[in-house]
């Protein structure tokens, strides 16, 4: 599945959480003392995570720096990292923190990021200003794992070790791509094991339903379990959905006061028991102690009686209601590694629809300039992704479209829905 990857910057003084390599405690800078406290630690050190910058030069030609960053960009973006750009190099240690002066170099790290890397390369901006001088500080480049690594700068790909960048060889090439090939093709039978418990038999179903996992590429077993066990859960989770909803302006999901723990996790349903359910009410969002969340959904395709110029009855896609769950999970998913797990990785995604044969949207039966008679031609659409944590939060509508573009195009929703953006989402709902 072919997309454009959207890159994207958020300058922020709030804390956020950084990844620096396996065998170092995640960090969590909010001050400039943070920075002169993981300076001096060795937490900054340099290493196949972290580089570092005393600043950006221009002298000799901005032209020819901005390749260079352009290199280092293109090369964290293998495994994930950070650039440190205020911070000096002391022979791949951490030495004194000295600032840059910040006006306009997110800016430009971003412009880099994203007409100089091939293909672009998501890229976040965090500034951390020196308190003693206005307009200076450090900025941290966060630079997550790529889903379409690797990376080019001027036809060459680029990959990082402890010592540095390097160019990759074309068998480290294959590698990097026979691994995301192997990522996906985990969440797929993820996906399909997931469905094969759905409690209604194919055979037997009168509506479509939705299966999405939304998984850590690479997060801790029991990542979630404080949560889970916590005496706020139902608080903790009602805040969160509270923030899904207002993002959306609606509410998309189970509400908190469903929430039951169960064996695996903890599940928001309408439910209490297998037998207690109707496949119209079928809508389990369940939290995972590895932090995935998973929802399966009998609410996105249903039967209809026939319409005018129809003798038969027909199935329908409730299209805003299915962008507006998967959305709305994707969502909730980030601010849980946010706020609960620390999680800033990759994570692996996959979305199932069953049930589609011969159905119409839903924005059909509505006019907009669409036939009837124009029915979808496959009965299961299936679709895999990745994404890192800030995407999940920041640019959650570049992984939806990812996800279910090429399922509306095959409705002929593309004009009613592409490019999607949530504001796409919240004029449907009206």
Not at 135 to 163: F, I, N
Request: net charge negative.
């Amino acid at each position: 599945m072919e997309y454009t990857l959207v890159y994207d910057i958020r300058v922020t003084s709030t804390p956020v959480i950084v990844y620096l390599g396996p065998n170092r405690d995640r960090w969590y800078p909010q001050t400039w003392q943070d920075i002169i406290d993981a300076a001096s630690g060795g937490l900054l050190d340099e290493s196949a995570w972290v580089d570092l910058k005393r600043e950006l030069a221009t002298a000799g030609g901005r032209a020819h720096h901005n390749t260079e960053i352009a290199k280092d960009l293109a090369a964290m973006a293998v495994d994930g990292g950070m650039l440190v750009i205020g911070v000096a190099d002391d022979h791949s240690r951490a030495g004194q923190v000295v600032g840059v002066e910040l006006a306009g170099l997110a800016d430009r790290v971003t412009a880099v990021a994203g007409t100089r890397v091939s293909p672009p390369v998501t890229v976040r901006c965090v500034e951390v200003p020196d308190p003693a001088r206005p307009g200076w500080g450090c900025l941290l480049v966060l630079v997550p794992p790529s889903p379409l690594a690797p990376h080019m700068v001027d036809s060459v790909y680029w990959g990082r070790t402890d010592k540095g960048n390097e160019r990759l060889t074309d068998e480290k090439v294959r590698r990097i791509l026979a691994a995301r090939a192997l990522l996906a093709t985990d969440i797929r039978d993820k996906l399909r094991e997931f469905a094969a418990g759905d409690p209604f038999p194919a055979q037997t179903r009168e509506t479509g339903h939705l299966y999405l996992i939304v998984r850590p590429a690479a997060g801790a077993a029991e990542a979630l379990v404080p949560l889970l066990t916590s005496a706020n859960l139902l608080q903790d989770v009602h805040m969160l959905l509270n923030r899904v909803a207002a993002e959306l302006n609606y509410s998309h999901l189970p509400r908190a006061d469903t929430l039951r723990r169960r064996a695996y996790g903890a599940v928001l349903s309408r439910r209490f028991g297998r037998n207690d359910l109707t496949e119209q009410g079928l809508r389990d969002l369940t939290l995972h102690e590895d932090g995935s969340l998973t929802l399966m959904s009998g609410q996105v395709v249903e039967q209809r009686r026939p319409q005018t110029g129809l003798r038969d009855e027909y199935r329908m896609v409730w299209t805003p209601w299915l962008l507006g769950m998967v959305h709305a999970t994707l969502l909730l998913a980030g601010l849980v590694a946010d706020r609960h797990t620390g999680y800033q990785g990759q994570w692996q995604i996959g979305v199932r629809v069953e049930g589609l044969q011969d159905a119409v949207p839903h924005e059909a039966t509505r006019g907009m300039g669409l036939d009837l008679r124009d029915r979808y031609d496959t009965d299961v659409y299936e679709a895999t992704t990745t994404a890192d944590t800030a995407e999940l939060t920041g640019s959650t509508h570049a992984v939806v479209e990812r996800l279910l573009g090429r399922l509306l195009r095959g409705l002929l929703l593309d004009a009613q829905y592409l490019p999607y953006t949530a504001e796409v989402l919240r004029s449907a709902m009206r």
